[in-house]
């Protein structure tokens, strides 16, 4: 999505006391939006919830392991689906782009009884390959040969791709592909009891996309060309070096 509207050349440029009062103006529609975050949070955690009947199982390193052992002791398990299909040479870019934020936050989330996980229907041994590579340490396990992707919303069938709209994110999904992102969360009551919370899809897994809080911040914003979204966004183990900056034109020349 390109969030570059005003842009950067010939942009306005105002006195501080004209700057100031448009920055309150601005600061009052931001505090608009933290109250309205803040609200949706607590109906987020108002929502009923759903009991997972299924015995879900998953390839882990240390062995099989079912949903309710990947809360390690905590009462919150906090899931990314992570598009990585079987036979697949790598993961997906963009989920990648949301993993790399995931080893800072672990620590954070585990004080909060918070566990956090990555799960892919790619064999294990594929996975691991690509976890070293990548250097994650967050724990990561393959749902493979089983219908859990399938039943949260995230992997399709041949026969679904092939009829071109997919029912993805609590909707009918107009672009094709095996493999869509999400966010799912359960909850494990004392009796050992798991229970599906919530799940978000499409861009709603921007909340896992830190670097994009900051580049909204910033003049050029999100800097993404109409159309393309992240068509920039590479494994961070293959971007060339970022470009230097250009010097500025001097003051008088022709270029300036």
């Given at each position: 999505?390109?969030?570059?509207?005003?842009?950067?050349?010939?942009?306005?440029?105002?006195?501080?006391?004209?700057?100031?009062?448009?920055?309150?103006?601005?600061?009052?529609?931001?505090?608009?939006?933290?109250?309205?975050?803040?609200?949706?949070?607590?109906?987020?955690?108002?929502?009923?919830?759903?009991?997972?009947?299924?015995?879900?199982?998953?390839?882990?390193?240390?062995?099989?392991?079912?949903?309710?052992?990947?809360?390690?002791?905590?009462?919150?398990?906090?899931?990314?689906?992570?598009?990585?299909?079987?036979?697949?040479?790598?993961?997906?870019?963009?989920?990648?782009?949301?993993?790399?934020?995931?080893?800072?936050?672990?620590?954070?989330?585990?004080?909060?009884?918070?566990?956090?996980?990555?799960?892919?229907?790619?064999?294990?041994?594929?996975?691991?390959?690509?976890?070293?590579?990548?250097?994650?340490?967050?724990?990561?396990?393959?749902?493979h040969g089983t219908d859990f992707n399938y039943d949260f919303g995230v992997s399709f069938t041949p026969e679904e791709v092939t009829r071109g709209k997919l029912d993805y994110n609590y909707g009918e999904w107009p672009l094709a592909g095996e493999e869509w992102p999400g966010i799912s969360v359960f909850y494990k009551d004392d009796a050992g009891e798991v229970f599906h919370t919530y799940s978000t899809y499409g861009r709603g897994v921007e909340v896992m996309m830190g670097t994009y809080n900051m580049l909204d911040l910033t003049p050029k914003g999100r800097d993404e060309k109409s159309g393309q979204g992240m068509a920039w966004v590479r494994h961070h183990d293959r971007y060339e070096p970022a470009p230097a900056a250009k010097p500025a034109a001097a003051a008088g020349s022709c270029c300036h």
């Open positions: 999505m390109n969030t570059t509207e005003a842009g950067t050349v010939n942009h306005p440029v105002v006195p501080k006391e004209q700057w100031l009062a448009e920055r309150k103006t601005l600061l009052a529609r931001e505090k608009e939006l933290t109250h309205l975050r803040d609200q949706i949070a607590r109906e987020r955690r108002a929502m009923p919830w759903e009991r997972v009947e299924k015995n879900y199982v998953f390839d882990a390193p240390e062995g099989r392991r079912t949903l309710a052992d990947l809360f390690e002791g905590r009462r919150q398990l906090l899931m990314q689906h992570f598009m990585f299909a079987p036979g697949w040479e790598q993961g997906c870019p963009s989920c990648s782009y949301m993993a790399d934020h995931a080893d800072g936050m672990k620590v954070h989330l585990a004080h909060r009884d918070v566990t956090f996980v990555a799960v892919s229907r790619a064999p294990l041994a594929e996975i691991e390959r690509f976890r070293r590579r990548m250097g994650w340490q967050f724990e990561w396990v393959s749902s």
